[in-house]
């Protein structure tokens, strides 16, 4: 029987849109039209685009082309931590928050220096603000490419030790309890880490954290070829630590986010050594997401929705929540079984796992 259900609408906080940068990967424009088909009514973009989303006027002018794209999504760019995302010097938060940035994350990158980090949570703590952080310690990462599995002894891949995100989100953690800065994990990928956010959240800390569909969906345990529409950072977790993250949002703990993350087919057909890291998602990510915690682990319909809708609500500041309140409604059709066809994407790039793959919930299609 198909079904349609409609809830407040999803808002997915992190997304690539390469604008400017890499246009030939995903514009803002296109990032928008991907984000509306996909069921999305609003979006936050990562400041690592090239120059970096580190200046009011980086702010301004994605706010602007977004208002006369007429593709009913909303967007909300955030800004860098640091000064060019180089890690050195904390940006000027202030001037950032006025412009209209959500919240602070170097996406992409590691604020390695704690000094810089207190310093800039410190910061964002004064004005009510989230920080957001990529927790991966370059530092103990070593030019992994892959968690320890099957393929990577296989193909003799360059592995991510699972305390490269364990060490950082450790970290964080402890600067959260420092200053009280509002704290939330990106795109997280180990059960350790996952553990450590609960037991931050049973402390009373204001620490949340997202799981991707990918992170959610496929293990490494699984990856039989050396094909890099797998390779993403964080990487792809084992097998125990898939189940941690889906009992995780089962229990309220983790919200969702895509890590839309597009790429010129160039820099993404070398292999796990070669190639960069990332996949698009924002057209697939209310499928996989409703497959994996709806149908497979059970979850309540409502509570799975809110883990797209309510949950991402609170990394916004109080002063942007006016435009949260005027958000489309997100409608999806339940029992639909459809084909995963990446050609018919509108995103502008291709890398993606999941074409051919089957799901039955799908966003009501844009009219």
Same mark, same amino acid.
């Given at each position: 029987?198909? &079904?349609?259900?409609?809830?407040?609408?999803?808002?997915?906080?992190?997304?690539? %849109?390469?604008?400017?940068?890499?246009?030939?990967?995903?514009?803002?424009?296109?990032?928008?039209?991907?984000?509306?088909?996909?069921?999305?009514?609003?979006?936050?973009?990562?400041?690592?685009?090239?120059?970096?989303?580190?200046?009011?006027?980086?702010? @301004?002018? &994605?706010?602007?082309?977004?208002?006369?794209?007429?593709?009913?999504?909303?967007?909300?760019?955030?800004?860098?931590?640091?000064?060019?995302?180089?890690?050195?010097?904390?940006?000027?938060?202030? /001037?950032?928050?006025?412009?209209?940035? /959500?919240? !602070?994350?170097?996406?992409?990158?590691?604020?390695?220096?704690?000094?810089?980090?207190? #310093?800039?949570?410190?910061?964002?703590?004064?004005?009510?603000?989230?920080?957001?952080? @990529?927790?991966?310690?370059?530092?103990?990462?070593?030019?992994?490419v892959i968690r320890d599995c099957?393929?990577?002894?296989? !193909?003799?891949?360059p592995v991510v030790s699972p305390?490269?995100?364990?060490?950082?989100?450790?970290?964080?953690?402890?600067?959260?309890?420092?200053?009280?800065?509002?704290?939330?994990? &990106?795109?997280?990928?180990?059960?350790? =880490?996952?553990?450590?956010?609960?037991? /931050? &959240?049973?402390?009373?800390?204001?620490?949340?954290?997202?799981?991707?569909?990918?992170?959610?969906?496929?293990?490494?345990?699984?990856?039989?070829?050396?094909?890099?529409? %797998?390779?993403?950072?964080?990487?792809?977790?084992?097998?125990?630590?898939? #189940?941690?993250?889906?009992? #995780?949002?089962?229990?309220?703990?983790?919200?969702?986010?895509?890590?839309?993350?597009? @790429?010129?087919?160039?820099?993404?057909?070398?292999? !796990?050594?070669?190639?960069?890291?990332?996949?698009? =998602?924002?057209?697939?990510?209310? *499928?996989?997401?409703?497959?994996?915690?709806?149908?497979?682990?059970?979850?309540?319909?409502?509570?799975?929705?809110?883990?797209?809708?309510?949950?991402?609500?609170?990394? %916004?500041?109080?002063?942007?929540?006016?435009?949260? *309140?005027?958000?489309?409604?997100?409608?999806?059709?339940?029992?639909?079984?459809? +084909?995963?066809?990446?050609?018919? %994407?509108?995103?502008?790039?291709?890398?993606?796992?999941?074409?051919?793959?089957?799901?039955?919930?799908?966003? +009501?299609?844009?009219?």
């Amino acid at each position: 029987m198909v &079904q349609m259900l409609e809830f407040p609408g999803f808002i997915d906080v992190h997304v690539h %849109f390469r604008d400017p940068g890499v246009p030939e990967a995903e514009t803002t424009r296109s990032g928008l039209v991907a984000a509306a088909n996909g069921g999305f009514a609003a979006v936050v973009t990562m400041p690592n685009t090239s120059p970096a989303c580190d200046s009011p006027d980086a702010v @301004h002018r &994605q706010l602007e082309i977004a208002e006369s794209t007429c593709s009913g999504t909303l967007l909300f760019p955030s800004a860098c931590i640091t000064k060019g995302r180089l890690g050195r010097e904390v940006a000027d938060f202030e /001037a950032l928050a006025e412009a209209g940035a /959500a919240f !602070f994350t170097d996406d992409g990158s590691y604020v390695a220096d704690d000094k810089v980090m207190e #310093a800039a949570m410190t910061r964002a703590a004064n004005l009510n603000m989230c920080v957001c952080d @990529h927790a991966m310690d370059p530092s103990i990462l070593a030019g992994g490419v892959i968690r320890d599995c099957a393929l990577a002894q296989k !193909f003799s891949l360059p592995v991510v030790s699972p305390e490269t995100e364990i060490a950082a989100i450790r970290r964080d953690i402890s600067l959260c309890r420092k200053t009280g800065c509002r704290l939330h994990i &990106q795109h997280i990928s180990t059960a350790v =880490g996952v553990e450590l956010v609960r037991n /931050a &959240q049973r402390e009373g800390l204001p620490v949340t954290a997202e799981a991707t569909p990918h992170h959610l969906l496929l293990s490494c345990d699984s990856l039989v070829a050396d094909d890099a529409n %797998f390779k993403m950072a964080p990487p792809l977790g084992n097998n125990e630590d898939r #189940a941690e993250l889906r009992r #995780a949002v089962k229990d309220g703990v983790l919200m969702f986010a895509t890590d839309h993350a597009p @790429h010129p087919a160039a820099t993404k057909n070398r292999g !796990f050594i070669a190639s960069a890291n990332g996949i698009i =998602g924002l057209e697939t990510a209310i *499928a996989i997401t409703y497959a994996v915690m709806v149908e497979e682990e059970g979850m309540p319909v409502v509570d799975w929705a809110k883990a797209w809708s309510e949950m991402p609500r609170g990394l %916004f500041p109080a002063h942007l929540r006016d435009r949260l *309140a005027h958000l489309e409604p997100t409608a999806i059709v339940v029992g639909e079984r459809r +084909k995963v066809s990446v050609s018919d %994407f509108s995103s502008l790039s291709r890398n993606c796992p999941y074409d051919g793959m089957v799901f039955d919930c799908w966003p +009501k299609e844009v009219e």
